[in-house]
């Protein structure tokens, strides 16, 4: 059974800052290429940036210079670092992670509200 786990989300003032984390945890599983998603009411989830097991990102261009996403292997996590935000990546956040050990095996996690507001 594998688990993914985000955590950190919550409300954060337009121009602040916040950091997510997504721990991915399963027997005969490690994690590959991980990502970040985000959706809001009545739109398609979109992706918001990936980084590959050596370390490879790739961002949205709504985020890039903003985000920065990373990964601790030792620990099968990965971060989030949202600065500057703003009040359009208000949404819910989720993980995505690959079985590096079968790329066909994919996981979600549940989906964390991060709001920016004042």
């Known amino acids: 059974q594998v688990q993914v786990v985000e955590s950190g989300g919550g409300l954060v003032q337009p121009g602040g800052s916040l950091r997510l984390s997504c721990a991915a945890s399963?027997?005969?599983?490690?994690?590959?290429?991980m990502a970040w998603y985000r959706q809001t009411l009545g739109k398609e989830r979109e992706l918001v940036a990936t980084?590959?097991?050596?370390?490879?990102?790739d961002y949205a261009d709504s985020v890039k210079g903003r985000f920065t996403i990373s990964r601790d292997n030792a620990k099968n996590t990965m971060y989030l670092q949202m600065n500057s935000a703003k009040p359009e990546d208000t949404a819910v956040y989720y993980c995505?992670?690959?079985?590096?050990?079968?790329?066909?095996?994919?996981?979600w996690g549940q989906g964390i509200q991060v709001t920016v507001s004042s």
């Open positions: 980084i590959s097991r050596s370390g490879s990102t």
């Open positions: 995505k992670v690959t079985n590096r050990f079968n790329i066909l095996s994919q996981y």
């Open positions: 399963g027997s005969g599983f490690g994690p590959g290429t």
